[in-house]
C-alpha cells in the first residue's frame, strides 16, 4: 500500500496543461510505472442540466453574436478528445456521469429526459449517478428514462422498495473490469432529494456513509478493485466521507457545481483534491457545470486496486472544439418543436442578468423575478424565493419566453401564506444555513432587507430584517403576521424551508406559473431596474 503523503503536499497535485496530461503524480514510496498492475483514464461530467444547447458563460441562453460555452455537440467532440488522448497512451477509458442530467432547459422541459438520453448514448456514457434532479418529474419520469439509457443508473442510498415503478431499474453499484483493472462505482445521491426535488413518498434517502460501506463491502467480497464514488452529494460533503470511509480511492463529485482545475481562472480547488482517507489517500475531482468542462484522470493501480500515481487534465468545453455532427443533427431535432415556443417576445432588459451569484448574496436576476412575485399579489407584503431556483440568466435586449422558461424550467406556480415574523426569520436562517456549499435555498427577496453573517454559526447569521413600509423599512416584528409570496416548491418545505410549510397560519399552492409571472412582469415593465438596491448585505 503506498505510503501517505501529507496534506500539503497532496493538495499541490497538478492536473495536465491544456493540451497534453503530464507525467503522473506518484505517492511517495510507490514503484515506477512498470510496476502497475494495470493503466485506466475515468472521464467525467456531473450536473449537466439538459443544457444541449450550450450557454453563455454568465448563464444566458446562446445568441448567434455571442460565443456560447459547452453544449452536447462540442461535449461529444471532448469526450472522443480525451477518449483519443488516453488510448494513445495505452489507457482504456471509462466514462462516468455524477448526476443531474435533468432540468435546466427547455429540452427537458418539453422532452422529459428523452433528449438527454439520446445525447448520452451517442456519446457512450457507461455509468451514472442518480442526482437530485433526475426526481423533479417523480419516479414516474426517472422510470421511463431509466428503459432509454442502456448503462447501469447508480443510488446506493436510495429505497425503492415501496415504488413498484424503479424496481430493477437503479443499482447500488456496478463492477467494470477495464484495462486489466477491476472498477467498482458506486452512486451516492444527496439524502437532501426530498428538500431539493419533488421525488413524492415511496422513494427514500439513507444515510450515504452506511451506503457506500455496504457497497464497498459487497464489492470487494467479490475480489480487489478500485473503489468510485459517483457522488451526488457536494464537495464539502465528499471531503467528510473521504476522512471517515475507510476503503474509497477516488470521488467523481457533483452537486455543488464546484471546479476543481489548477491552471483555469474559474477554478474553485486543486484538482484531484487529495483527502487523507482512514486506510489510504482519496482524490476528488468534479468539473463545475453546466458541460463548460470535462475531466480525465489517470491511474496507476497496484494489483490490490489502489492508486500509485495519477494525472489527467480538465478540458474546457469552448467553440475551439468543432461540433459533432451525428450529436449536433440529434440535437437539433430535439429542438424543432422549441423553435416557435422560444421565439416568442415578453420584453426588453436593459442589460445581461447573470444567475451566477444568486446563491450568494444579491443578485439583479433574483430582484427581478422576486419583484415579479411581488407585483403579482398586491396584497402580499414580502416575496421570497430560492436562488438555486433560478437556471439560467437573462440576456440584454430582446427576451423571449424561450430565455424566461430557461431561468424558470420547473414548473412552479406561485404560492402565498401567512407567517409570523419569527417564523420568517427562522426561514431566511434555513435558506442561509449552506452557504458555505453554494446551496440552492439562498434567499432572493422583495419587499424585505437582511443583512446576514455567512461564518456565524447554522441558525444564527441572520444580524438585521426589516419590511417594506410604505417608504420606509421597518424591523421585522416576531409576532406580526406577514403575507409572503413564494413558489410552490418552497411553499411546502422545498430547500429545507419547513417554516413556510408547518408554520404557516394560512397557505395556498395553486397560483399562476411563476414563468408567466416573469413574463408579464417583463413585459409590462420594458424599464425595470437591474442595479443592486442592497437589499440583501453581508457582515
Not at 503506498?2 to 510507490?30: E, K, M, Q, V
Not at 422510470?143 to 415504488?163: G, K, Q
Not at 427576451?399 to 412552479?412: A, D, M, R, Y
Not at 441572520?462 to 413558489?487: C, I, K, M, Q, W
Amino acid at each position: 500500500m503506498p505510503a501517505f503523503l501529507s496534506r500539503r503536499a497532496l493538495l499541490a497535485t497538478t492536473l495536465a496543461a491544456p493540451l497534453a496530461a503530464p507525467a503522473l503524480r506518484r505517492a511517495h514510496g510507490a514503484g515506477q510505472a512498470a510496476d502497475a498492475a494495470a493503466r485506466i483514464s475515468l472521464l467525467h461530467l456531473n450536473d449537466f442540466h439538459a443544457k444541449h444547447e450550450g450557454l453563455q458563460a454568465s448563464g444566458a441562453a446562446c445568441r448567434a453574436d455571442r460565443p456560447c460555452l459547452g453544449g452536447s455537440a462540442r461535449l461529444a467532440t471532448g469526450w472522443s478528445a480525451l477518449d483519443a488522448e488516453a488510448r494513445a497512451e495505452g489507457r482504456p477509458a471509462l466514462r462516468l456521469d455524477a448526476g443531474d442530467q435533468f432540468t435546466g432547459s427547455l429540452f427537458h422541459t418539453a422532452h422529459h429526459g428523452k433528449a438527454e438520453a439520446a445525447v448520452q448514448r451517442a456519446t457512450g456514457c457507461q455509468a451514472m449517478a442518480l442526482g437530485n434532479h433526475e426526481f423533479d418529474g417523480g419516479p414516474e419520469r426517472l422510470a421511463a428514462y431509466a428503459e432509454w439509457v442502456d448503462f447501469p443508473l447508480l443510488s446506493a442510498n436510495l429505497d425503492t422498495r415501496n415504488e413498484p415503478r424503479l424496481a430493477g431499474k437503479i443499482r447500488s453499484h456496478a463492477v467494470f473490469r477495464h484495462g486489466g483493472a477491476r472498477i467498482g462505482l458506486i452512486g451516492l445521491t444527496t439524502e437532501t432529494t426530498p428538500e431539493a426535488s419533488s421525488p413524492g413518498p415511496t422513494v427514500a434517502f439513507t444515510d450515504a456513509r452506511e451506503a457506500a460501506l455496504r457497497a464497498i463491502a459487497a464489492i470487494r467480497a467479490e475480489g480487489p478493485a478500485t473503489i468510485v464514488l459517483l457522488s451526488h452529494l457536494g464537495y464539502l460533503p465528499d471531503q467528510q466521507l473521504a476522512a471517515a470511509v475507510p476503503g474509497v480511492d477516488l470521488i467523481v463529485g457533483a452537486h455543488s457545481h464546484t471546479l476543481l482545475a489548477n491552471d483555469l481562472p474559474e477554478r474553485e480547488g486543486p484538482s484531484p483534491t487529495m483527502i487523507d482517507g482512514p486506510d489510504r489517500p482519496v482524490r476528488i475531482v468534479q468539473v463545475g457545470a453546466y458541460g463548460r468542462w470535462l475531466g480525465r484522470l489517470d491511474l496507476d493501480l497496484a494489483a490490490d486496486g489502489q492508486v500509485l500515481a495519477h494525472g489527467g487534465r480538465v478540458l474546457p468545453v469552448t467553440p475551439a472544439l468543432e461540433e459533432d455532427a451525428q450529436v449536433a443533427a440529434l440535437v437539433a431535432d430535439y429542438g424543432k418543436p422549441l423553435a416557435e415556443w422560444r421565439a416568442r417576445p415578453v420584453g426588453r432588459s436593459p442589460e445581461t442578468l447573470s444567475n451566477n451569484n444568486c446563491r450568494k448574496g444579491e443578485c439583479a436576476l433574483g430582484n427581478v423575478i422576486a419583484e415579479a412575485m411581488l407585483a403579482a399579489v398586491p396584497h402580499a407584503e414580502v416575496a421570497v424565493t430560492n436562488g438555486g431556483g433560478l437556471r439560467a440568466g437573462l440576456p440584454d435586449g430582446q427576451v423571449t419566453l424561450g430565455n424566461v422558461l430557461e431561468v424558470l424550467p420547473f414548473g412552479n406556480t406561485l404560492a402565498t401564506l401567512v407567517i409570523r415574523g419569527g417564523d420568517l426569520k427562522e426561514a431566511l436562517e434555513i435558506g442561509l444555513s449552506r452557504y458555505q456549499e453554494n446551496g440552492g435555498g439562498f434567499p432572493q427577496v422583495a419587499g424585505l432587507r437582511y443583512r446576514f453573517d455567512p461564518d456565524a454559526p447554522v441558525g444564527q447569521r441572520v444580524r438585521e430584517v426589516s419590511v417594506r413600509d410604505g417608504d420606509r423599512f421597518r424591523p421585522l416584528e416576531p409576532e406580526r403576521a406577514y403575507r409572503v409570496v413564494t413558489n410552490n416548491f418552497t411553499r411546502r418545505g422545498g430547500d429545507g424551508y419547513t417554516p413556510f410549510k408547518d408554520k404557516a397560519l394560512d397557505a395556498y399552492d395553486n397560483g399562476p406559473p411563476l414563468e408567466d409571472v416573469a413574463a408579464a412582469y417583463i413585459a409590462a415593465d420594458g424599464a425595470f431596474r437591474t442595479r443592486l438596491d442592497g437589499r440583501i448585505s453581508r457582515e
